[in-house]
């Protein structure tokens, strides 16, 4: 059964850093892309950043640009979200998911490109 359990949310305060896992199963992800999203209280569900099977990284142009990245253990079936300079902007459920439309071979930060999502992990951001 695919699973995608995310981890490593905590309180930070601004400025700090923060890295969360996703933990997958029953897939290899040398075959499939795995994307990172948030959802920030009444608004709509984001994409973060995404990795393909062949490592191939892309993070969001928006304000997580140059702040956050992406990264996996192909060994130990992880998708790591490194989060750098937190601002309570940031603050949010974080999920990951599985990319099922479209090519493995290519990223894309957009919810309904994927399922198997996981339960997430919160992250707040505040002094």
């Known amino acids: 059964q695919v699973q995608l359990v995310e981890s490593g949310g905590a309180l930070v305060q601004p400025g700090g850093s923060l890295r969360v896992s996703c933990t997958t199963s029953?897939?290899?992800?040398?075959?499939?892309?795995v994307g990172w999203f948030r959802q920030a209280p009444r608004k709509a569900r984001e994409g973060v950043a995404c990795?393909?099977?062949?490592?191939?990284?892309?993070v969001s142009s928006n304000s997580v640009e140059g702040r956050f990245t992406i990264s996996r253990d192909t060994q130990n079936n992880v998708v790591y979200l490194q989060l750098n300079d937190l601002n309570p902007e940031d603050t949010a459920i974080y999920f990951c998911?599985?990319?099922?439309?479209?090519?493995?071979?290519?990223?894309?930060?957009?919810?309904?490109?994927?399922?198997?999502w996981g339960q997430g992990t919160q992250v707040t951001v505040s002094s």
């Open positions: 998911a599985r990319k099922e439309r479209g090519s493995a071979s290519t990223c894309s930060l957009e919810p309904d490109d994927y399922a198997n």
């Open positions: 029953a897939f290899s992800l040398e075959h499939f892309a």
């Open positions: 990795i393909t099977r062949s490592d191939a990284i892309t």
